[in-house]
Nanobody, 121 residues
């Protein structure tokens, strides 16, 4: 089993930046891929970005391309999501999740508790 802890959320004005962190512990061999997802009340959880540690591939939601950057520090079992030029529509609870490969949210077995990101206009 993999335990995930997110941090770094908060309140920021539109155009600002935040950096989310996700630290994994436990059976991290099962966490070859770490994804970031977000959810707002009444909507389905959507994939924002994912990184595969085995080949370094990264994936992004179209609406965040050019603004968000995912990176990893394998020595720290950590994955980061740098979010720049934030927009009010980025407001959501952000979750990190672990899986053996990048895919949709239903494929991820392990989830963090979530961190709130609020972007004011």
């Amino acid at each position: 089993e993999v335990q995930l802890v997110e941090s770094g959320g908060g309140l920021v004005q539109a155009g600002g930046s935040l950096r989310l962190s996700c630290v994994a512990s436990g059976s991290t061999l099962d966490a070859d891929a770490i994804g970031w997802f977000r959810q707002v009340p009444g909507k389905e959880r959507e994939g924002v970005s994912c990184i595969s540690s085995s080949d370094g591939r990264t994936y992004y939601l179209d609406s965040v391309k050019g603004r968000f950057t995912i990176s990893s520090d394998n020595a720290k079992n950590a994955v980061y999501l740098q979010m720049n030029n934030l927009k009010p529509e980025d407001t959501a609870v952000y979750y990190c999740a672990a899986n053996t490969y990048c895919s949709g949210p239903s494929s991820f077995d392990f989830w963090g508790q979530g961190t709130q990101v609020t972007v004011s206009s």
